[in-house]
């Protein structure tokens, strides 16, 4: 199936789903593919949509401890909520894997904002032979309360 463009025009009827078929009766995944298959509506899987890159879940980041990678790009951005500062790298790993990290960390993204103004393609084509270091330690927040914590580095800076 070809991917719609901006410049594609779709024309048609908008009908709405519980016209085409019995929504109540589905009752499972398995379901649903067979009421959209019924109705003559073949089922897509998202990925054929997407870049290939998954989130890398910030409880995840220990997987990439002595695991090489290659950074492809970065941008430095603001949360709207907390207005901290963090930054979004796109990385291929050693074992194939192609992953989105955010990191807003004394660690990785301090380390990321230092080598990006020293670079002029930022942190585009930074190989990092050793992966990442670091990990787990604990911490008193200012309640008094103690929590774990993690912060990792960019091997070999």
């Known amino acids: 199936m070809a991917k719609a463009t901006a410049v594609d025009t779709v024309t048609g009827e908008v009908v709405p789903m519980d016209q085409i078929m019995d929504l109540g009766s589905i009752a499972s995944f398995e379901d649903a593919l067979a009421a959209l298959s019924g109705a003559g509506i073949e089922a897509e899987v998202i990925d054929n ?18 695991v090489p990678f290659v950074i492809l ?20 790993t050693g074992d194939g894997r192609k992953l989105v990290v955010n990191d807003g960390s004394v660690g990785l993204f301090a380390q990321g904002k230092t080598i990006a103004a020293k670079r002029a393609n930022g942190l585009a084509g930074l ?10 330690y604990t911490t008193t927040l200012p309640t008094g309360e103690v929590v774990k914590a993690s912060t990792f580095y ?3 800076v």
Not at 49 to 66: E, H, I, M, N, Q
Not at 73 to 92: L, N, S
Not at 127 to 136: A, C, P, Q, R, Y
């Open 154 to 156: 960019f091997s070999g």
């Open 127 to 136: 190989v990092v032979k050793e992966g990442l270091t670091g990990g787990e």
């Open 49 to 66: 949509y997407g870049d290939g890159f998954t989130l890398l879940p910030s409880a995840d980041k220990f997987t990439l401890v002595k």
């Open 73 to 92: 790009d970065h941008t430095f951005r603001v949360d709207k909520d907390t207005a901290r500062e963090y930054m979004t790298i796109r990385i291929v």
